[in-house]
């Protein structure tokens, strides 16, 4: 039976029950470290007692608690934590949390994107942090994912155990109700916190918890074992799809592009499951079901000089809603969006044969600097670039480029079309167009690329290509090379 698999518990919930669910979870325990991330509520206070039932074992156990600093009690709720950890003899750590507030974004979304990333970055190497999420939770979780119209990563829900940081995330709750976890800490005469904001029905999950799922129980008993066993078939079934995308991605990839011979020769399907993983393996936000069907579709099958493209915007609401989602699934939080930023924007472009992904920026705005830079290289052998990076001329024993052939002052410019070099001795002077697509460089490289120009004549396309007139010959006593140093 694969982690995450049980129904329920075959015995009532406690420390025997729960010694047997980590044995499925994480191979080697009780010869694991672990760590419980406390709230001080009911479930995690039975999660806390159970393990610390367990200590004759040797179990490694410490906890900690997080202080967002949003709820008028949260010191009184860190004081009642310390005080459990100090009757149960477990060591905790308390840490404050600072939430960020972001235009349009939930200010709970937020602060789970704030505690994950905490505790992923308290996590010591091959702990085990383990999470008090009941069953009850999951049912929860799929019911809002099917409201908000998710795909199978949300129907998937949380995992039992997933890698989180340098160690996992455990969930050994799943296959418990919070009436199997009242009735044991209730029968151990342990106190917990009750947190009134549970009761305001402006957040979804309580009006869904409070209203809705009374009546669900009541018609359906079984519906919270029912719906977790519909979330472990998404996953499985989601798995099959990531392992099938990562297929077809080794096939279409060159370099950071896709083929769109390979994505023509997929279908429509197969092609948006490709997209996908593309585009979120980057840390991007995917786009929507409609854009995404453009880029599957009129944009792959545009005629080869169109050069389309489809753009998008990623609203900090949905960076964060992303993020809980990479949380839900155990995986480590990305970078938080940008504090105050204004949506980041994607954009995809087709370029003949190839599809390549950038975000929208100034380089991407303007397509490139207005005025062109005077670089005295003699005196200054690194050119700083508007958008970051810089240019390095260094003289070098065996370098490719004649030094005495260049004047003491060069110019950098960005592509403005019509370009050529000759790159080979006695060769025809060759189209950068031609010679940036022959190298596969992608779109949104060609318009940050810098030019070196000595008196108004194209000599090197930054360190990709020098012209042949700047060449040096066996005989040249100044060499040197030229280094592009892109933007991080």
Same mark, same amino acid.
């Given at each position: 039976?694969?982690?995450?698999?049980?129904?329920?518990?075959?015995?009532?919930?406690?420390?025997?029950?729960?010694?047997?669910?980590?044995?499925?979870?994480?191979?080697?325990?009780?010869? !694991?470290?672990?760590?419980?991330?406390?709230?001080?509520?009911? #479930?995690?206070?039975?999660?806390? $007692?159970?393990?610390?039932?367990?200590?004759?074992?040797?179990?490694?156990?410490?906890?900690?608690?997080?202080?967002?600093?949003?709820?008028? @009690?949260?010191?009184?709720?860190?004081?009642?934590?310390?005080?459990?950890?100090?009757?149960?003899?477990?060591?905790?750590?308390?840490?404050? !949390?600072?939430?960020?507030?972001?235009?349009?974004?939930?200010?709970?979304?937020?602060?789970?994107?704030?505690?994950?990333?905490?505790?992923?970055?308290?996590?010591?190497?091959?702990?085990?942090?383990?999470?008090?999420?009941?069953?009850?939770?999951?049912?929860?979780?799929?019911?809002?994912?099917?409201?908000?119209?998710?795909? &199978?990563?949300?129907?998937?829900?949380?995992?039992?155990?997933?890698?989180?940081?340098?160690?996992?995330?455990?969930?050994?709750? &799943?296959?418990?109700?919070?009436?199997?976890?009242?009735?044991?800490?209730?029968?151990?005469?342990?106190?917990?916190?009750?947190?009134?904001? @549970?009761?305001?029905?402006?957040?979804?999950?309580?009006?869904?918890?409070?209203?809705?799922?009374?009546?669900?129980?009541?018609?359906?008993?079984?519906?919270?074992?029912?719906?977790?066993?519909?979330?472990? %078939?998404?996953?499985? $079934?989601?798995?099959?799809?990531?392992?099938?995308?990562?297929? #077809?991605?080794?096939?279409?990839?060159?370099?950071?592009?896709?083929?769109?011979?390979?994505?023509?020769?997929?279908?429509?399907?197969?092609?948006? @499951?490709?997209?996908?993983?593309?585009?979120?393996?980057?840390?991007?936000?995917?786009?929507?079901?409609?854009?995404?069907?453009?880029?599957?579709?009129?944009?792959?099958?545009?005629?080869?000089?169109?050069?389309?493209?489809?753009?998008?915007?990623?609203?900090?609401?949905?960076?964060?809603?992303?993020?809980?989602?990479?949380?839900?699934?155990?995986?480590?939080?990305?970078?938080?969006?940008?504090?105050?930023?204004?949506?980041?924007?994607?954009?995809?472009?087709?370029?003949?044969?190839?599809?390549?992904?950038?975000?929208?920026?100034?380089?991407?705005?303007?397509?490139?600097?207005?005025?062109?830079?005077?670089?005295?290289?003699?005196?200054?052998?690194?050119?700083?670039?508007? #958008?970051?990076?810089?240019?390095?001329?260094?003289?070098?024993? %065996?370098?490719?480029?004649?030094?005495?052939?260049?004047?003491?002052?060069?110019?950098?410019?960005?592509?403005?079309?019509?370009?050529?070099?000759?790159?080979?001795?006695?060769?025809?002077?060759? $189209?950068?167009?031609?010679?940036?697509?022959?190298?596969? !460089?992608?779109?949104?490289?060609?318009?940050?690329?810098?030019?070196?120009? $000595?008196?108004?004549?194209?000599?090197?396309?930054?360190?990709?290509?020098?012209?042949?007139? !700047?060449?040096?010959?066996?005989?040249?006593?100044?060499?040197?090379?030229?280094?592009?140093?892109?933007?991080?």
């Amino acid at each position: 039976m694969a982690p995450g698999d049980s129904a329920g518990p075959a015995a009532p919930f406690g420390p025997q029950w729960l010694r047997g669910r980590l044995e499925e979870l994480l191979p080697g325990f009780p010869d !694991v470290a672990v760590c419980v991330a406390l709230s001080g509520g009911l #479930d995690s206070t039975a999660l806390l $007692a159970a393990l610390a039932g367990m200590r004759s074992d040797g179990l490694p156990l410490r906890a900690m608690h997080l202080d967002h600093g949003l709820h008028p @009690n949260a010191k009184r709720w860190s004081a009642h934590c310390r005080k459990l950890a100090r009757q149960l003899g477990v060591p905790l750590k308390v840490l404050s !949390v600072q939430v960020p507030r972001e235009r349009g974004a939930s200010l709970e979304e937020a602060a789970r994107v704030a505690r994950y990333r905490c505790l992923a970055g308290q996590l010591r190497g091959g702990e085990a942090l383990l999470t008090a999420h009941t069953q009850d939770d999951q049912l929860e979780t799929v019911l809002l994912q099917l409201l908000r119209g998710c795909g &199978l990563p949300g129907l998937a829900a949380m995992p039992a155990v997933a890698p989180l940081g340098p160690g996992t995330i455990a969930r050994p709750l &799943l296959a418990c109700s919070r009436a199997q976890l009242e009735s044991w800490v209730r029968a151990q005469a342990l106190a917990w916190i009750e947190d009134d904001t @549970n009761r305001d029905e402006r957040f979804d999950r309580n009006y869904l918890r409070r209203r809705v799922l009374p009546l669900v129980r009541e018609r359906w008993p079984g519906a919270a074992a029912a719906v977790a066993r519909s979330a472990r %078939h998404a996953a499985e $079934a989601q798995g099959l799809l990531t392992a099938l995308a990562q297929a #077809d991605l080794e096939r279409a990839s060159d370099g950071a592009s896709l083929s769109v011979k390979v994505l023509r020769s997929l279908p429509a399907d197969r092609r948006r @499951n490709l997209l996908r993983l593309w585009i979120a393996s980057g840390g991007r936000t995917p786009p929507d079901a409609r854009r995404l069907r453009e880029i599957a579709g009129p944009l792959i099958e545009a005629r080869a000089d169109a050069h389309p493209r489809v753009e998008w915007a990623a609203e900090p609401a949905r960076e964060s809603a992303r993020e809980s989602a990479r949380e839900s699934a155990g995986k480590s939080p990305g970078k938080s969006p940008r504090e105050g930023a204004a949506a980041r924007r994607w954009i995809v472009m087709r370029h003949a044969d190839l599809l390549s992904i950038a975000e929208r920026g100034p380089m991407l705005e303007s397509q490139a600097p207005a005025a062109a830079l005077a670089w005295d290289w003699r005196f200054c052998p690194r050119c700083a670039l508007p #958008d970051g990076g810089a240019l390095e001329l260094t003289r070098e024993r %065996h370098g490719p480029i004649d030094l005495d052939a260049l004047p003491p002052r060069l110019d950098v410019a960005w592509r403005r079309g019509g370009e050529r070099l000759r790159v080979r001795r006695g060769g025809p002077r060759r $189209a950068l167009k031609s010679l940036l697509r022959e190298a596969h !460089v992608p779109p949104a490289e060609r318009a940050r690329l810098p030019l070196i120009l $000595a008196d108004g004549a194209l000599i090197a396309a930054a360190d990709l290509w020098i012209d042949d007139s !700047v060449r040096a010959p066996p005989e040249a006593r100044h060499r040197g090379r030229l280094l592009w140093r892109k933007p991080l």
